[in-house]
């Protein structure tokens, strides 16, 4: 059985910096998709980012370009989130998926992310 363990989100400044992980454990990721996602309160949940294990081809949401960055370290089976300079408005739970076709079949359980202003 797949589990994606999401880790890093905390308290931080408007203007700081966070690293979200996502362990994944249980499954062969080299044919999977690895993807991010965000929901805020009273908001539906939003597509951050994705990365293929077998491949370098990534794509981002417009609302995250040129401030987060995804990565994968294979050996590890971890994908990361890198966060920069952030804003109120990235408030959010940040959650981790995976999928193997058109749909993501795998979620983790969230990692809360706060931005102060």
């Known amino acids: 059985q797949v589990q994606l363990v999401e880790s890093g989100g905390g308290l931080v400044q408007a203007g700081g910096s966070l690293r979200l992980s996502c362990a994944a454990s249980g499954g062969t990721f080299s044919r999977y998709t690895m993807g991010w996602f965000r929901q805020a309160p009273g908001k539906e949940r939003e597509f951050l980012a994705d990365?293929?294990?077998?491949?370098?081809?990534?794509s981002y949401a417009d609302s995250v370009k040129g401030r987060f960055t995804i990565s994968k370290n294979s050996a590890k089976a971890t994908v990361y989130l890198q966060m920069n300079n952030l804003k109120p408005e990235d408030t959010a739970v940040y959650y981790c998926a995976a999928r193997t076709s058109f749909s993501y079949d795998y979620w983790g359980q969230g990692t809360l992310v706060t931005v102060s202003s």
């Open positions: 990365i293929a294990w077998s491949a370098i081809a990534v």
